[in-house]
Antibody, heavy 118, light 109 residues
Framework: EVYLLESGGDLVQPGGSLRLSCEASGFTVSNYGMTWVRQAPGKGLEWVSGIALSGGTTYYADSVRGRFTISRDNSENKLYLQMNSLRAEDAALYFC???????????WGQGTMVTVSS | QAVVTQEPSLTVSPGGTVTLTCGSSSGAVVSGNYPYWFQQKPGQAPRTLIYDTSNKHSWTPARFSGSLLGGKGVLTLSGAQPEDEAEYYCLLFFSNGAVFGGGTTLTVL
């Protein structure tokens, strides 16, 4: 069975850092493009970042470029999102998604919650 | 990055047909934007319905279809069911990333 399990969400102060993890099961993350999407409470979906299938090219939304870094660990079969200089507007449920960056988007994780507050 | 626009809300009668559209501030939506459509119900993660304009996943009900029309991406629901009441999002890919539309709240009433 193919599924994604996110973790790492937490309460963090403005200006702080957090690393989200996404454990993949049933497929190999290095063989697919992967994506992070977020959703603030009561709001719509926002595409955050993607890593391409080939070459590992990375892409970022303007709102997070320079602060967030997407990466994957092929040995652990995990996707990561390193989030620095967090702001109140980064508070959201963060979804890990299989696909994007040259691969068909299909499977979504259940999300991990990030709260940014002092 | 481009702004992607969707109807904020639509209503369809049970058994009826409704079309949702997805436009882009950067110009006509084309196949190279690989239009996607997602369905999200309250308290659930989104589910991918349509990819690359008109392709369906194995779990996509046959009553959903995707296309391009008039410079926009289109999701058509033919024969609406009560369980189709949900939020629908489109996603467009560009050279520097991707952008979601604001979502359409679909009511089946």
């Amino acid at each position: 069975e193919v599924y994604l399990l996110e973790s790492g969400g937490d309460l963090v102060q403005p200006g702080g850092s957090l690393r989200l993890s996404c454990e993949a099961s049933g497929f190999t993350v290095s063989n697919y493009g992967m994506t992070w999407v977020r959703q603030a409470p009561g709001k719509g979906l926002e595409w955050v970042s993607g890593i391409a299938l080939s070459g590992g090219t990375t892409y970022y939304a303007d709102s997070v470029r320079g602060r967030f870094t997407i990466s994957r660990d092929n040995s652990e079969n995990k996707l990561y999102l390193q989030m620095n200089s967090l702001r109140a507007e980064d508070a959201a449920l963060y979804f890990c998604v299989k696909g994007g960056g040259g691969s068909v988007v299909d499977i979504w994780g259940q999300g991990t919650m990030v709260t940014v507050s002092s | 990055q481009a702004v992607v626009t969707q109807e904020p809300s639509l209503t369809v009668s049970p058994g009826g047909t409704v079309t949702l559209t997805c436009g882009s501030s950067s110009g006509a939506v084309v196949s190279g934007n690989y239009p996607y459509w997602f369905q999200q119900k309250p308290g659930q993660a989104p589910r991918t319905l349509i990819y690359d304009t008109s392709n369906k996943h194995s779990w996509t009900p046959a009553r959903f279809s995707g296309s391009l029309l008039g410079g926009k991406g289109v999701l058509t629901l033919s024969g609406a069911q009560p369980e189709d009441e949900a939020e629908y999002y489109c996603l467009l890919f560009f050279s520097n990333g991707a952008v979601f539309g604001g979502g359409t709240t679909l009511t089946v009433l």
